[in-house]
Every structure is written in structure tokens, then in C-alpha cells.
């Protein structure tokens, strides 16, 4: 994924899906968020890296839950100026 083609939008909504929901399937999330398998990935991959997601086994299914940085990266951003703090991001504050 290159810079140009990460949204702070989808970053929100895939946040949104995860703080409201908690432990949610790869398939759930891709479904409620309206993105594809690649894309899905390339996100995740992403927020596992930033350290706002944790992805765990169980049973047979992936789960993917937010980390607290990720709720509080989701608490401090406004999804209607479509900004994410990016202090918060890099600090992980």
C-alpha cells in the first residue's frame, strides 16, 4: 500500500467497526467495512504495525481486536474533518 492510497476514512471506519464491536472475523470486518481481501490486509497489516490492532486464534477462526492505542488513536480523531491526529499516531499518546 502506498501512501497515496491510504484514507484516513477507511482508517476511522475500520476503527469504528473495531471499537464498537470488539473481537471481530477477518470476514465481518472486511463485510461491515466495505473493503476487499487486499485491501482488508494491507490496512490490517498497517494498525498491527502502529500497534492498534492485536489479531489472536480462536478455535478455527481469526479474531482481530483493538488495542487500547487503538482506541484512544479512534477517541482522538473526528471522522467528520477527516483528520486522525497524527501526533497521536507517531507517539502512540
Given amino acids: ?20 464491536n470488539g473481537y471481530t472475523s477477518r470476514t465481518k470486518l472486511a463485510r461491515a467495512s466495505g473493503l476487499n481481501y487486499i485491501s482488508r490486509k494491507q490496512y490490517l497489516e498497517i494498525f498491527l504495525l502502529f500497534g492498534w490492532i492485536e489479531i489472536s486464534s480462536q478455535d478455527t477462526e481469526v479474531a482481530i ?29
Fill in 1 to 20: 500500500m502506498t501512501l497515496s492510497s491510504f484514507s484516513i476514512e477507511v482508517t476511522w471506519r475500520i476503527l469504528e467497526i473495531l471499537v464498537m
Fill in 65 to 93: 481486536n483493538v488495542t487500547e492505542t487503538g482506541r484512544r488513536i479512534h477517541a482522538n480523531s473526528s471522522r467528520t474533518s477527516g483528520c486522525l491526529d497524527l501526533v497521536h499516531i507517531v507517539s502512540g499518546k
